[in-house]
């Protein structure tokens, strides 16, 4: 099957819990705190995420996921939170209308900005830290779609370190590169899983980024899965993915 590519932003926002594959067991690992969206360092201690505040602006923070400290506060004004290998935690901020990638350290010390282009939807980053995929407007003046309705969009790869920017697909699309960076994953509708070549960041990719013309033969290696907005395991049989449920109390109202 070929993916469809469409609009594809972060989830509704909610309670983060963890759950012990073995037992079943749950448990709250932000108690109180309404998510918008968040990242898992490296080392599994951490978890960088959004939330907004009394004042409904959003906000990046961190926290020990064994509870043994408070989260603390890194960033205002930001969401759409990654962290790389190093610890460096990246995420989308906003200023005025415009939206930009920005990063720091896990500390909330030295942030800087990784390009100036403004972009639509920051999506994963490389587990090395060079590569943030994000979707930006095709005609480079950094609008968001609410303000020009019709405007196109394209999603790239991103360097952080002043290489030549890589076309992933037109309109927007879900990217991820698993834990290890051996797979790298785009799609809305269904998910394609192309590897990476070893030393490399980035799967080989057409020059006009992958289109719904594309199969798995013409990818190098790349397998389809029949559901969108994956994370990917170490291989790509193994993954987990987002279920919404919705919990609702329905009231009959007498109008008069």
Not at 19 to 29: Q, Y
Request: proline content about 9%; glycine content about 10%.
């Amino acid at each position: 099957m070929s993916p469809a590519f469409s609009t594809a932003g972060p989830a509704p926002a909610g309670e983060l819990r963890s759950v012990d594959i073995a037992s079943g067991k749950t448990d709250s690992v932000l108690p109180g705190v309404s998510v918008t969206d968040y990242d898992i360092s490296p080392d599994g201690g951490a978890v960088a995420f959004s939330t907004r505040n009394r004042d409904g602006n959003s906000e990046v923070w961190i926290a020990p996921i064994d509870h043994r400290s408070p989260p603390r506060r890194i960033a205002g004004s930001a969401d759409q939170v990654s962290f790389s290998a190093d610890q460096t935690v990246f995420f989308r901020a906003t200023e005025g209308k415009l939206n930009f990638v920005d990063r720091t350290h896990t500390d909330g010390s030295g942030r800087k900005r990784v390009v100036s282009t403004p972009i639509l939807i920051k999506y994963g980053v490389s587990p090395d830290g060079e590569w943030v995929a994000a979707a930006v407007p095709a005609t480079g003046d950094g609008n968001r779609p609410s303000d020009n309705v019709g405007v196109p969009f394209a999603t790239v790869a991103i360097p952080v370190h002043g290489d030549v920017v890589q076309r992933i697909c037109a309109g927007t699309c879900s990217v991820r590169w698993s834990a290890d960076g051996r797979f790298f994953s785009v799609g809305v509708g269904g998910t394609w899983v192309i590897p990476v070549p070893a030393g490399k960041a980035l799967p080989l990719l057409p020059p006009a980024g992958i289109s719904e013309h594309d199969t798995p033969d013409t990818l190098l290696g790349a397998r389809t899965i029949a559901r969108a907005g994956l994370s990917i395991g170490p291989d790509p049989s193994t993954y987990v993915f987002r279920r919404t449920e919705l919990h609702a109390n329905l009231f009959r109202i007498p109008l008069h």
